[in-house]
T-cell receptor, first 113, second 115 residues
Framework: GENVEQHPSTLSVQEGDSAVIKCTYSDSASNYFPWYKQELGKGPQLIIDIRSNVGEKKDQRIAVTLNKTAKHFSLHITETQPEDSAVYFCAASNRDSSYKLIFGSGTRLLVRP | SQTIHQWPATLVQPVGSPLSLECTVE??????LYWYRQAAGRGLQLLFYSVGIGQISSEVPQNLSASRPQDRQFILSSKKLLLSDSGFYLC??????????????FGPGTRLTVL
């Protein structure tokens, strides 16, 4: 079955710097890769996703890239702000098991003011 | 627009007591529904998912059960809670199996503490 690995587990950056979180997946049939942001005590919020037919997607300060050959995808946050501090989860799913998302273990991002 | 509700928001229960957590979704029909558990500082563990009324699939053998009595209602239950059942329980929904991509949307969660 699918396995998703996420790195780093913690990331501390200065406000205004960029942050990059990386994930790798094992199942080449995976075709959908969402990213979630979870603030303390809240449910995860879908912030951006990418489908296997594109290599990059951008939404204001956040972007996601996908390398299908290497089976990895990354979240990029530019001009970080203190409110970006949260735990970020990547996930993957494919048509064959379309009911399930396989999640990475999470990255705790701290943006220092 | 779609919204997902969970209650209660927090719950403290003694070991051996029963449990019932409820999740409801508004603004969509025939959603896929999911229950996840998140231990403190950890990732998301899928417990159950449902593609329709009365259709429940269990991912992890455990002390819990799930039911879907109505299209947009998903209930997580236990007859006797264990200490290890403590955690943050999240309900999620996604569009039907006809959707090509599994965008899942999470509820606010229920924090359960078993003492």
């Amino acid at each position: 079955g699918e396995n998703v690995e996420q790195h780093p587990s913690t990331l501390s950056v200065q406000e205004g710097d960029s942050a990059v979180i990386k994930c790798t997946y094992s199942d080449s049939a995976s075709n959908y890769f969402p990213w979630y942001k979870q603030e303390l005590g809240k449910g995860p919020q879908l912030i951006i996703d990418i489908r296997s037919n594109v290599g990059e997607k951008k939404d204001q300060r956040i972007a996601v890239t996908l390398n299908k050959t290497a089976k990895h995808f990354s979240l990029h946050i530019t001009e970080t702000q203190p409110e970006d501090s949260a735990v970020y989860f990547c996930a993957a799913s494919n048509r064959d098991s379309s009911y399930k998302l396989i999640f990475g273990s999470g990255t705790r991002l701290l943006v220092r003011p | 627009s779609q919204t997902i509700h969970q209650w209660p928001a927090t719950l403290v229960q003694p070991v051996g007591s029963p449990l019932s957590l409820e999740c409801t979704v508004e603004g969509t029909s025939n959603p896929n529904l999911y229950w996840y558990r998140q231990a403190a500082g950890r990732g998301l563990q899928l417990l159950f998912y449902s593609v329709g009324i009365g259709q429940i699939s269990s991912e992890v053998p455990q002390n819990l059960s799930a039911s879907r009595p109505q299209d947009r209602q998903f209930i997580l239950s236990s007859k006797k809670l264990l200490l290890s059942d403590s955690g943050f329980y999240l309900c999620a929904w996604s569009r039907t199996r006809q959707a090509s991509y599994n965008e899942q949307f999470f509820g606010p969660g229920t924090r359960l503490t078993v003492l």
